[in-house]
């Protein structure tokens, strides 16, 4: 977290938040990853029907997806350049834009960075590092000054 994300989550029915993926994998292009959920009925049902249902697969990416898109869920995807999934962070200096969505132009913007779309703790932190998104100080003391 680089900034409180609560004011973007100002819905006030069952509306989901979700993470943009970036990706044309999946039918509504949500991050299973980073989603937020307000406690509602309607929202707790969705939860036990996705978890319940089947049929069943590995990826619970593509299941809350599908199922969400079959029970036309309400949802917003978050903006990519306030919400950068680990795909848009790793193509930072190339300004690559997948599936419509933004690019990382300004880290200033950053709400939440999630190093999803990379593998193992030292490849997201040095991805992190490398745009100066990582705060946590190392061994020797030294990190990003937080904003």
């Keep these: 977290f680089v900034q ?22 999946y039918q509504l292009s949500l991050n299973s990853g980073l989603m937020y959920w307000k406690s509602t009925d309607a929202n707790r049902k969705l939860i036990h029907d996705i978890i319940t249902i089947p049929p069943f697969w590995w ?13 036309s869920t309400p949802h917003v995807l978050l903006k990519a350049d306030q919400f950068p999934n680990g795909n848009i962070i790793k193509n930072f ?6 599936n419509g969505s933004t690019n990382l132009t300004n880290k200033e913007l950053v709400v939440i960075a999630h190093a999803n779309w990379n593998v193992g703790s030292q490849e997201k932190q040095t991805m992190l590092e490398s745009i100066g998104l990582w705060y946590l100080k190392d061994d020797e003391g030294s990190a990003n000054e937080a904003p």
């Design 59 to 71: 990826i619970d990416q593509s299941r809350v997806n599908t199922v969400m898109h079959n029970q």
């Design 4 to 25: 409180d994300p609560r004011p973007y989550f100002s819905a006030q029915d069952d509306t989901i938040f979700a993470q943009n993926d970036t990706s044309v994998a």
């Design 93 to 98: 200096q190339h300004r690559i834009v997948l």
